[in-house]
């Protein structure tokens, strides 16, 4: 299953049309075909939050998902109706930080997207800027895995031709931001699916899981996440033994190690 999400419904509707969905019942406006689904949030960080668990529990609350978030953003150079994916997400208010991991599929180029609480007209920093991937991102990583998790922005605005939020487009031509680039996100969301089935023995066992949950103890919530950690380090072409970690003592400490492994692969993997 892939779950899109969409903050305005004008992103929406190259989407619902080209994957031929149709309308939901639902607390969002909420969309539907074989494979797919779709929930428009509204603007801002609560809608997108609350937006992508709903999503999530109406998809029948299934592990590692795959969710796309597709919008427009602006960025003070970039040109309108570029399209990026997201490399790195930050939350301009509370400063938190995520990084989705880029796996495959070289046909886009990725930046840094800021998440404002109120639309950005003056762009100071080298990064685009939108209402809803930090929260977007930050509730689907507790339902799947950052391989999973992207965010695929086109370019609306920018300081010659700056509105804010959407707020001086027309929805035509928010539509039509999108639409231009179906192609590429329809073989983006096929990636995604590759990507996901490729994944799926690794999420199973990955196989040093029994070895470390054998030499530390570990609390359910924590073999959770080392699942996750293993899974992603596997994936980015790394093997984590426990005796790399021979001197650590906590369960706590070698999950903190193995974050911080699993983000220095992906921050390498950009690079390329």
């Known amino acids: 299953m892939i779950a899109f999400v969409t903050a305005l419904a004008s992103e929406a509707r190259p989407l619902i049309e080209h994957y031929r969905m149709e309308r939901l019942e639902g607390a969002f406006p909420l969309f539907g075909s074989d494979g797919y689904r779709l929930v428009i949030s509204g603007i801002g960080k609560v809608a997108a939050a609350a937006a992508t668990g709903y999503l999530h529990a109406r998809a029948g609350e299934a592990r590692y998902g795959i969710f796309l978030n597709v919008g427009i953003a602006g960025h003070r150079t970039r040109t309108v109706g ?99 680039h179906l192609p590429i996100i329809d073989q983006f969301a096929a990636h995604s699916r590759t990507l996901a089935a490729e994944l799926e023995p690794l999420r199973r066992a990955p196989e040093p899981l029994e070895r470390f949950q054998n030499r530390w103890r570990f609390t359910t919530s924590e073999k959770r996440q080392l699942r996750r950690l293993l899974t992603r380090c596997l994936a980015l072409g790394d093997r984590p033994r426990p005796e790399d970690y021979d001197t650590v003592l906590k369960a706590s400490t070698v999950l903190s190690e193995l974050d911080g492994r699993a983000l220095a692969l992906a921050l390498e993997e950009r690079r390329f």
């Open 82 to 180: 570029e399209l990026v994916r997201a490399h790195t997400i930050l939350d301009a208010a509370t400063k938190d930080c995520y990084y989705p991991t880029l796996l495959g599929f070289k046909e886009l180029e990725s930046a840094a997207v800021t998440t404002v609480d109120t639309p950005e007209l003056q762009f100071p920093a080298d990064t685009l800027y939108d209402m809803e991937a930090s929260a977007f991102y930050a509730t689907a990583l507790r339902f799947s895995t950052s391989e999973l998790i992207q965010c695929l922005k086109v370019v609306s605005d920018n300081r010659e031709t700056a509105t804010g939020a959407g707020g001086g487009l027309s929805k035509e031509h928010v539509s039509e931001l999108v639409a231009t």
